[in-house]
């Protein structure tokens, strides 16, 4: 479907792929709810669900047909087990907050997880959720940010940066920084106990393992052509030790 | 019923009290006189005397007594008889 | 709540806003699921009953008008009845994209409710006047708007918005001492129009704190020789359509809202009648193009020609040029 002719985000979905993993792992386990805000990662929270058997092989082939239930910046399916309606960046954490006050309303274990863009939180809205979170110590929720340093245009470092991690610590948060390529260190960060909201900043790459995308702003949203296809998958193949 | 029980019974209705608790009560004394139980007690003295109260004399109306001396001085209310 | 006599002279003397309050306590007693959120305006609200009976039902998320939509989204996802308020023009506005995405697209059971539209705000000037929030809201799909016209039927349709599965919008008019449409019991049903006043020239469909001045019309144009009826649309979206069509066997239709003329009631109705082959023309009354100085409530009405008086002069008018 990468290959097919309305392309995809691919590079914002390949950076992802193992906080999904994680994520994805941790509710195998316990009960959990996944909040794709940055919604351009819909191709990878596909991939992540067929992985983990949550939807079909069969579903997952639909990726961007026309009408079909899995546009490339998912819609609420809750027959799916989509819960959140994603692309309009900046809004998925404050739903998040929501569903995680509902937990600890009815004093319910479980976790609310929000996946965020470095991007994205350019947006002030992400700052108005993030304060209300912290004052109101919602332990059980835990955002974690895609941290590949692009947007849209480019690198961030040339468009607006800011102390992330200052930021989010002086909204309450607990904060953690990892190395998002790798799940398991990015399952322990998970486990974390805290008495406070949990920031995971992950840094990862856009468009890894796939040495043309790495760092390419013109892969934020692509389409290959065979060879490319070809190229990619043999790369990733490789990378992941086949 | 005279015009003072008349007048103590909008505040027996108007807050679910007893006519003791009624002849001492001041604005927000108890939780029920609060700004919107105000508009009910208005109401509930209206109704008693077929009248219809001026703004300001609905906000000045902050006890049992104020409105008393109100309704005398001002819409003919005769407390003696 | 009973209704009688001393309830709905009440309900008046609080204005919307206080009747919500006491509306919504009403409807919360019976159902634990329905919960508040503000945008640090309880206070303002009438809403400070209710957080101080119900503390864990009541969230202030500060002023973040956007936030407390997501949240509210988050809550009626999980299953609660949040009514998040605010003022209106802020809730239409600053929160606007959160209101179609939440409750437009994801369709969250959320009520959204707006205090002071129109001119309710009075000195507090245009910043707090909402002119256009029917307008923006109006295109959004899925949603419910309505507008009560006086205390009663704010506390019907709190009750409706809070019974029926879909995200509601409720505009909320007028200041203190609101004047009284209903003087007894009634039945409202979300999406029928009520008329309150019959007649046979013309149409006035109305909504909100226009109600009281469009029976006030009303009355001049009689003793003027025109028989106007005046219906209430109290539900702005899904508009009643056939109480619109029956309109259109009078001679002239007016619509009157606290409202720019530009994409609110007025335009409902005629996005209605411009299909129909047989239909009076239409005048959309309401404010204009200009954000004017700010002035008590009384003064914008007059301001934008919203008072009763020319009201029923600039239907008379028309009419006479109408039936000529």
């Known amino acids: ?242 | 019923m005279t015009n003072v029980e008349k007048y103590t019974q909008a505040f027996v209705d108007a807050f679910s009290i007893d006519a003791e608790t009624a002849m001492t009560l001041k604005f927000q004394q108890i939780p029920a006189w609060d700004s919107v139980g105000h508009m009910g007690l208005v109401a509930q003295i209206e109704e008693q005397f077929g009248i219809m109260m001026e703004p300001d004399d609905i906000v000045d109306l902050n006890s049992f007594d104020k409105g008393k001396e109100m309704l005398g001085a001002k819409y003919g209310v005769d407390f003696a008889s | 709540m009973e209704i009688n006599p001393i309830t709905i002279r009440t309900l008046s003397m609080l204005g919307q806003r206080g009747v919500f309050g006491l509306a919504f306590m009403d409807v919360a007693e019976t159902d634990r699921n329905i919960i508040a959120l503000s945008a640090d305006l309880c206070n303002t609200s009438g809403l400070d009953r209710f957080r101080t009976k119900y503390p864990d039902r009541f969230f202030n998320v500060g002023i973040a008008e956007q936030n407390m939509v997501g949240v509210a989204a988050g809550l009626a996802a999980a299953g609660y009845v949040p009514f998040a308020t605010t003022f209106a023009n802020f809730a239409a506005l600053r929160s606007c994209e959160q209101v179609r995405h939440f409750l437009g697209y994801m369709k969250e059971n959320v009520k959204l409710v707006g205090f002071g539209a129109g001119f309710s705000f009075g000195m507090f000037g245009t910043t707090h006047y909402a002119l256009e929030d029917v307008a923006v809201l109006r295109a959004i799909n899925n949603l419910v708007i309505l507008n009560p016209a006086d205390g009663l039927e704010v506390l019907k349709a709190t009750h409706a918005a809070a019974k029926i599965n879909a995200p509601v919008y409720i505009r909320l008019s007028g200041v203190m001492n609101n004047p009284i449409i209903y003087k007894s019991d009634y039945v409202f049903e979300i999406g029928k129009a009520i008329t309150l006043r019959e007649g046979m020239d013309v149409s006035i469909i109305t909504t909100g704190s226009m109600v009281d001045l469009a029976l006030k019309a009303a009355a001049l144009l009689e003793a003027d020789g025109v028989s106007a009826e005046v219906v209430n649309m109290h539900t702005i979206k899904p508009l009643d359509v056939y109480a619109v069509e029956k309109a259109c066997a009078k001679k002239l239709i007016v619509t009157v809202e606290e409202h720019s003329r530009i994409g609110g009631l007025g335009s409902a109705v005629a996005e209605v009648l411009t299909s129909n082959t047989r239909r009076p023309i239409q005048i959309i009354l309401g404010t204009g193009d200009e954000y004017l100085h700010a002035g008590d409530f009384q003064h914008m009405l007059e301001s934008h020609g919203l008072t009763a008086l020319q009201i029923a002069k600039k239907i008379s008018n028309t009419y006479k040029e109408v039936v000529k």
């Open chain 1, 1 to 242: 479907m990468v290959a097919g002719p309305n392309g995809a985000h691919i590079a914002p979905s390949l950076s992802c792929v193992e906080i999904l993993t994680a994520i994805f792992a941790y509710m195998t386990e316990s009960y959990g709810l996944f909040v794709l805000s940055k919604g351009h990662a819909g191709l990878a929270l596909y991939a992540a669900m067929k992985e983990f058997g949550i939807i079909s092989a069969a579903d997952f082939d639909t990726f961007e047909t026309n009408g079909g239930e899995f546009p490339g910046q998912p819609s609420k399916n809750l027959a799916k087990h989509i819960e959140y309606s994603s692309g309009s960046l900046g809004m998925g954490l404050s739903y998040a907050c929501g569903r995680a006050l509902a937990l600890k309303q009815r004093s319910l274990n479980g976790k609310v997880f929000v996946l965020l863009g470095d991007g994205e939180t350019n947006e002030g809205s992400v700052w108005e959720s993030a304060m209300f979170a912290g004052f109101n110590h919602l332990k059980n929720l835990i955002a974690v940010v895609d941290f590949n340093g692009m947007q849209g245009d480019g690198f961030s470092k040339d468009i607006l940066t800011f102390d992330q991690a200052g930021m989010w610590r002086s909204c309450g948060w607990h904060v953690q920084e990892c190395d998002g390529h790798d799940s398991a260190v990015i399952s322990r960060c998970l486990t974390e106990q805290t008495d406070e909201p949990l920031v995971i900043l992950a840094r990862t790459v856009k468009g890894k393992g796939v040495s043309f995308m790495e760092n390419v702003r013109e892969w934020h949203h692509g389409r290959l052509t065979q060879n490319q296809y070809q190229t990619a998958l043999s790369e990733l193949e490789v990378g992941n030790g086949n």
